[in-house]
């Protein structure tokens, strides 16, 4: 039958690599599965959910259909800042939210709650700082907006060292992927710069050597911190990334990706591909393997892919399916939404929120 195939495509003149579907329709029909999925029940997911899915869409694809999405994320963090800037900045005030947010772990017995715990309880002012008030400010940076007290909040900033955090192995054990957000999220907001003493101490955190002695929660969070150092630098689909600046991560991929594969969830499978992706490096071996990896694991009849237990919750599974639908038929990388390049998104700003 190939051999009739081969014959008619060259009397035709056609190539016989066009023989075969290619492979990249398969991917994007693969995430318009989800898409679907996704895009019928966007707006009764909760707001974090929504504006999570439709800030990544709209940067992805430009298209003005998630704006409603993207201006309830806008209206989240406002809602947020303006909280900490009227009820929560003294010292005390920070404290006792910080104390409040700790607790929420204490009942936890998973390995990750526990490690968080255990670290955190003795400097609880980072799920304030580093968690709360650094994501916020930098999303609303992202937007080119600020908020009206932007000079109190940046203050607040100023009272903490950062490499306190930063530079703790059993933090970043802790908080590996968060950290590497907030480094490069203080550094955009032209605040503290300790990129480069995270990433020293996130290496020796985490030597290549001792891998097989990780436990799978601890090796998922080596490689969550290494995909959000390419994420954070890319401020999050914004911009491509240089290979070399982060020469180490790309190589330790490409060397460990059949062991990603065998040990990792598909989260992090996912954010391996989109991290070659943001380095404009498509055609790599890895991209190739994460999305057949990725395009396997999703459920035809329910539109998704389920959580490492079965679950088909559709908010529970928002993270991993937007992050399937990226790699499986990535775009581009688009500096937007922004203030200045898309009025008509920012047409009406929550309160607290002005432009830059």
């Not at 075969?20 to 693969?30: E, G, L, R, V």
């Not at 590996?176 to 999220?185: E, I, R, S, T």
């Not at 203080?186 to 300790?194: A, I, R, S, T």
Request: glycine share 4%; proline share 4%; charged share 25%.
């Amino acid at each position: 039958m190939r051999g009739k195939l081969l014959a008619i495509c060259l009397s035709l003149a056609i190539a016989p690599s066009v023989i075969a579907s290619p492979q990249s329709d398969s991917f994007a029909t693969s995430a318009d599965t989800i898409r679907e999925t996704y895009e019928s029940q966007l707006y009764t997911l909760p707001a974090f959910k929504e504006g999570h899915y439709g800030l990544r869409m709209f940067r992805q694809t430009l298209d003005p259909k998630y704006s409603a999405a993207v201006w309830s994320d806008m209206a989240r963090v406002a809602s947020r800042l303006n909280r900490f800037a009227a009820e929560v900045h003294t010292p005390e005030q920070i404290l006792l939210y910080s104390e409040k947010r700790i607790a929420g772990y204490s009942d936890e017995t998973d390995e990750r709650s526990l490690r968080r715990y255990t670290v955190t309880k003795h400097q609880p002012e980072y799920l304030y700082l580093g968690v709360d008030l650094l994501g916020s400010m930098a999303r609303a940076n992202e937007y080119g907006l600020k908020h009206q007290q932007d000079e109190k909040l940046r203050h607040i900033i100023r009272r903490y060292d950062f490499a306190k955090y930063a530079t703790d192995q059993d933090m970043i054990k802790a908080w590996a992927a968060q950290l590497a957000n907030q480094v490069y999220w203080l550094k955009q907001l032209g605040e503290q710069d300790v990129v480069a003493p995270f990433i020293e101490t996130f290496k020796k955190a985490y030597p290549d050597s001792q891998d097989k002695k990780l436990s799978k929660q601890q090796y998922g969070n080596k490689l969550y911190g290494m995909t959000h150092i390419i994420f954070a630098d890319s401020e999050y689909y914004q911009r491509q990334v240089s290979e070399t600046e982060h020469q180490w991560i790309y190589d330790y991929f490409r060397a460990n990706i059949d062991t990603i594969l065998l040990r990792a969830k598909e989260d992090v499978i996912a954010e391996v591909g989109i991290s070659f992706l943001l380095a404009g490096l498509e055609d790599d071996p890895v991209v190739e393997k994460t999305r057949q990896a990725i395009q396997k694991s999703i459920d035809s009849e329910k539109g998704m892919i389920p959580s490492v237990t079965g679950d088909f919750d559709v908010a529970y599974g928002e993270h991993r399916n937007v992050l399937a639908i990226m790699l499986l038929d990535w775009q581009k990388v688009n500096n937007a939404p922004t203030f200045q390049g898309n009025p008509k998104v920012f047409s009406s700003l929550p309160y607290g929120l002005i432009p830059q």
